[in-house]
Structure formats: C-alpha cells, structure tokens
Nanobody, 116 residues
Framework: QVQPVESGGGLVQPGGSLRLSCVAS????????MAWYRQVPGKERELVAR???????NYAESVKGRFTILRDNAKNRVFLQMNNLKPEDTAVYYC??????????WGQGTQVTVSS
C-alpha cells in the first residue's frame, strides 16, 4: 500500500516562501507521476504541479514562475518550492502518487495559509 505523507505546510505572509515535502511509504520503482494538488472549501481540487519519472513537469498557470516541483527518485520524494506566495494560494495541499498499473494514491493533505 502506497501512502504518501506530506509535510511543510503552515502560515506565511504574502511574498514569503514555503517548501512542501512528500514521501511515498514504500520503495515503489514504478511510480509514473508525483504531483501536488490543492483544494479550498467549496471548490474542486486542482492540479498545481506534476512531474514524471523522467523529470518532465507542468504547472497550473496561476503558479508558473513562482512554484517549482522537484523529485528525488531514489527516495520516492517530491517537493514543492513555493515562492512569492499570495493569499489566493491558501488551500489544503495534497500529494498524489501515480503507480503504473495501480492508479493514484493520495496523502492526507497539509494546510498552507498565506496571510498578513
């Protein structure tokens, strides 16, 4: 059973930075995608950034140039470096791990609050 575990959320002022981390609980050699999503109450969960097992990445338009997704394949970890944070980035951020042939697994989420 793959169980992603997120860490690194918290409260930050506008313009500040945070780094989220996620680790898969098992050594899975067939991870296809690792991704970050976010969700605010009353809205659908949205893709923030995704990275493949060969390092190809894509981002939501709203975070391009501010967020960077990084992946450590050897340790089944993925990071989301968030810079120049804005109040509209406030959300619960979820890590998702997609395993070839098994589908996507989700973490429990970590709260990010951007406020002065």
């Amino acid at each position: 059973q793959v169980q992603p575990v997120e860490s690194g959320g918290g409260l930050v002022q506008p313009g500040g930075s945070l780094r989220l981390s996620c680790v898969a609980s098992e050594d899975i050699s067939s991870i296809v995608y690792m991704a970050w999503y976010r969700q605010v109450p009353g809205k659908e969960r949205e893709l923030v950034a995704r990275i493949t097992n060969i390092g190809s990445s894509n981002y939501a338009e709203s975070v391009k140039g501010r967020f960077t997704i990084l992946r450590d394949n050897a340790k089944n970890r993925v990071f989301l470096q968030m810079n120049n944070l804005k109040p509209e980035d406030t959300a619960v951020y979820y890590c998702s791990v997609t395993v070839d042939g098994l589908g996507a697994y989700w973490g429990q989420g970590t709260q990010v609050t951007v406020s002065s």
